[in-house]
């Protein structure tokens, strides 16, 4: 599903134009993003928790020339499902 797919399904669900619902869409895009650069979690009840993890600094290979580089430290964002996602994939 694309984000005009979404924001079609948003739309139709609700009720609201589909310039509401892209509106909607993005401004809670930007709210999870925004906590997220933060540092903090955001946590939707039955769907997911969204979050930061820090990966270490390590050691790679260029896999065309085998050379040893540095692959510095990063923050990358996690998404862990909640059971009723879960649930409702199963089915």
């Known amino acids: 599903m694309t984000k005009a797919e979404l924001i079609d399904k948003i739309a ?4 609201l ?3 509401d619902a ?3 869409l993005d401004s809670t895009l930007d709210a999870v993003k925004a906590a997220l650069k933060k540092g903090q979690k ?4 039955g769907f997911g928790t969204f979050s930061v ?3 270490k600094a ?9 050379e040893v580089i540095n692959i ?3 923050k990358t964002p996690k998404f862990s ?7 409702a994939v199963r089915k």
């Open 81 to 87: 499902s909640g059971k009723a996602l879960k649930d």
């Open 58 to 66: 390590r050691k790679g290979r260029n896999p065309k020339t085998g």
């Open 22 to 24: 892209s509106r909607a």
């Open 12 to 15: 139709s669900g609700t009720g």
């Open 72 to 74: 510095p430290a990063a």
């Open 53 to 55: 993890t820090k990966r």
């Open 42 to 45: 955001v946590t939707l009840v």
């Open 17 to 19: 134009s589909k310039a």
